[in-house]
């Protein structure tokens, strides 16, 4: 016996429920809209300032920046798409870097705070201090106490440190022109910055141009900084340390703050009962 097999037909009369159609085609439109949107927004903000050519739409930048040589890469962009450039961090966001000295003046005067993700993301080296502090009533309370360790009278004061190891900055420079030795200038700089902020945050001399390449406090940052780019950009790689590199960067932190308390404890031995001697930077901030 053969089997009869039967198809459904429109028939003439029927029809579809109208209400039905319409949420579908409303839908439709609304995808098609926000469709459109993004693409503008998309378009208008890849256009608003310059930056290095994405080589994935769903990855943007971030094979990049997720990079450990990235503070290399700021200065050459910085050279090659002008003091103010962007990087998409994925097709929603993106990070615009400023280095313009008058923009930045105006930003660091009118105190624009950052993104709260942002806070989040730095908090494992700076913790609820100066750089990540949401509680305003105790930022105000920090800012007035650090306001004398930046008065006119204590800068005075720091010029002797900063001449003596300028003094010593310029020596190195000289004992390698005449020894024919290249230099890293901008190794250097931060071997300065260190050994001057050393001297005036925590009361004690790091040594650090002595040590060049060998002193822990620089390459302690070097384990942390970029690893905490990372962080700044996503918070929850802070938060859940799955990579070695992240638990590494916590340890580093661990490290340089244990090593900053126990400077500025040193630093308090020669104290007297009687003796008010001003708070370090790093106790107004840490305490």
């Known amino acids: 016996m053969a089997a009869k097999l039967s198809f459904p037909t429109v028939r003439e009369g029927s029809h579809y429920d109208p209400l039905l159609f319409k949420a579908a085609a409303a839908l439709v439109a609304l995808g098609v809209f926000l469709i459109m949107r993004f693409i503008y927004w998309y378009l208008k903000a890849s256009k608003q300032f310059p930056g290095p050519p994405v080589k994935s739409f769903l990855q943007g930048n971030l094979d990049q920046t997720m990079t450990d040589d990235i503070h290399e890469k700021w200065r ?41 993700a942002q806070y989040e993301g730095f908090k494992p080296l700076s913790g609820s201090a100066l750089f990540a502090q949401m509680d305003h009533t105790r930022w105000h309370s920090q800012r007035k106490a650090l306001a004398p360790a930046f008065g006119p009278a204590v800068v005075n004061a720091q010029f002797s440190s900063l001449a003596r190891y300028l003094t010593q900055f310029v020596e190195i420079l000289d ?18 910055t260190l050994d001057f902020i050393g001297e005036v945050a925590f009361g004690i001399d790091l040594h650090a ?42 340890a580093a932190i661990a490290e340089l703050r244990s090593m900053a308390d126990h400077a500025v404890q040193k630093c308090r031995e020669n104290d007297t ?5 001003a708070k370090r930077i790093f106790e107004i901030l840490a305490k």
Not at 92 to 105: A, M
Not at 183 to 188: A, F, K, M, R, V
């Open 175 to 192: 004992n390698a022109a005449l020894n024919s030795r290249v230099l890293d200038i901008s190794l250097l700089n931060v071997l300065l």
């Open 209 to 250: 141009m002595e040590q060049g390449e060998s002193c822990r406090v620089m390459q302690i940052f070097q384990t942390v900084l970029p690893e905490l780019m990372k962080c700044g950009l996503f918070p929850l790689h802070a938060k859940i340390p799955v990579l070695k590199s992240t638990r590494d960067m916590h």
């Open 273 to 277: 009962p009687d003796s008010k001697p």
């Open 76 to 116: 050459a962009w910085h050279i090659q798409y002008g003091p103010i450039f962007q990087t998409w961090n994925g097709p929603w966001d993106r990070t615009i870097y400023v280095g313009k000295p008058s923009l930045i003046s105006k930003i660091a005067n009118q105190n624009w705070p950052k993104a709260p």
